[in-house]
Structure formats: C-alpha cells, structure tokens
C-alpha cells in the first residue's frame, strides 16, 4: 500500500517565479492537506482540499493556491515566489474529510528559492 | 487562535535513559493530542495520540499524559534506543475542522 507520496522532492526556483508541487494521497483517503516547514519550525498550516474544493485555509497569502482532482491528487501552486518561500512543503492526507484527525504525510517538497 | 510552546528544544540522552518532552497549549477547546516523529529526509509521522478524556496513554516504550487543567502534555519514552532519535513534534487541534497547530519541535538525540 504505497502512502502519500510527493513531486518532486527538490526544487531550485529564483524570486519572482511560479512553482507546481504535487501530491498523491494514501489509497482510500479522500482529503488532502499542505503544510509548509520552514527550517527549525513546525510544519504551517496552508489549505486543506476535499471532494475538489478548498474547504479550511491558514494564515497565507493567495499567492498560494491548489487543486485537487477527482482521483483525489492535489496540487499547490505559488506564484511570485519570495525568498522567504524557501521551505519544505509537506502534503498530508486522511480518510474521511472532518471526522477523521489523523495525518498522513508524504516526505515533502524542498523548495528553495534564490 | 490555539499556540502550542514545545521544550526543550534539544535533548541529548543515553542509550537506555528516559526521555520527556513537554508541550503546552492555549485553547481549552483543543481536545486531541497528536505527537510526530520526524526523521531526516522524511516527514512527520505520527506515533502517539490521546484525547482530551483520556489523561494518560501508553504504546509499548512510548506514553502521553495530558493535564487539562493545566494545559500540559508531555511525551514519555523509556529505554531509549540510537533509532529513536529525530525530531519529535506535539500538536493540538479541536474537534470538526482537526487542522492541527504544531510545535516547534524538540531533536532527541540518543549516544549509544
């Protein structure tokens, strides 16, 4: 049963550009969550996606978006990347949306941004 | 909304030794307690969890106690082993939207 797997793993952007990071939820979970890690720091909360709608969202700006599709993969996007973008971006997934607490996460994204 | 403060930030232990990290959190509507455990190059994964009318749990080596009215919970690991060794995270989060806040983390590092 493979789990929540994420692409790519490594990223180089410049200021200034988008970025696409994808993700693939856990066989039978149905909803998707990005986090954003910086350095030394906890994993953020970005949006949570759920039957292909952006349903909770954390403190970020909408340079951040996403999508999830009907095969219940998602995408973050972020347009105009800073330079304090730099981080690991984690996808996590559960089974069933709001009912269930427990988190799933993929290895994350590294992004740096220069 | 709900701050979760995490200490210490650093533990250095025994092989063998008993280890705790403690957390504590702002919003009393908080009711579920989740700790990760993150290796180098992987993400949280999630080893321990106990609800708010639960005040102790405990999975083999590991155990979590929570003091509601405190606002305290703490992660206990005993007879610790190299492999235990990596950063380890508490969250709280509350009941409908379970988005929850993380802490900063605490790197447990075990010398064999």
């Known amino acids: 049963d493979a789990g929540v797997t994420q692409s790519p793993t490594h990223l180089i952007k410049t200021r200034g550009q988008q970025v696409t990071l994808r993700c693939s939820p856990k066989s039978g979970h149905d909803t998707v969550s990005w986090y954003q890690q910086a350095l030394g720091q906890g994993p953020q909360f970005i949006f949570q996606y759920y039957e292909e709608e952006e349903r909770q969202r954390g403190n970020f700006p909408d340079r951040f978006s996403g999508h999830q599709f009907p095969n219940y993969s998602s995408e973050l996007n972020v347009n105009a990347l800073l330079l304090g973008d730099s981080a690991l971006y984690l996808c996590?997934?559960?089974?069933?949306?709001?009912?269930?607490?427990?988190?799933?996460f993929g290895s994350g994204t590294q992004l740096s941004v220069l | 909304g709900e701050n979760v403060e995490q200490h210490p930030s650093t533990l250095s232990v025994q092989e063998g030794d008993s280890a705790v990290i403690k957390c504590t959190y702002s919003?009393?509507?908080?009711?579920?307690f989740p700790w990760y455990k993150q290796e180098l190059g992987k993400g949280p994964q999630l080893i321990i969890d106990?609800?708010?009318?639960?005040g102790e749990k405990k999975d083999q080596r590991i155990a979590v106690t929570l003091n509601k009215t405190a606002k305290h919970f703490s992660l206990h690991i005993t007879e610790t082993q190299p492999e235990d060794s990596a950063v380890y995270f508490c969250a709280a989060s509350k009941g409908g939207s379970y988005i929850p806040t993380f802490g900063r983390g605490t790197s447990l590092i075990v010398h064999p």
């Open positions: 919003d009393s509507a908080s009711n579920y």
């Open positions: 996590a997934s559960s089974p069933v949306q709001g009912s269930n607490e427990k988190l799933f």
């Open positions: 106990i609800r708010s009318n639960v």
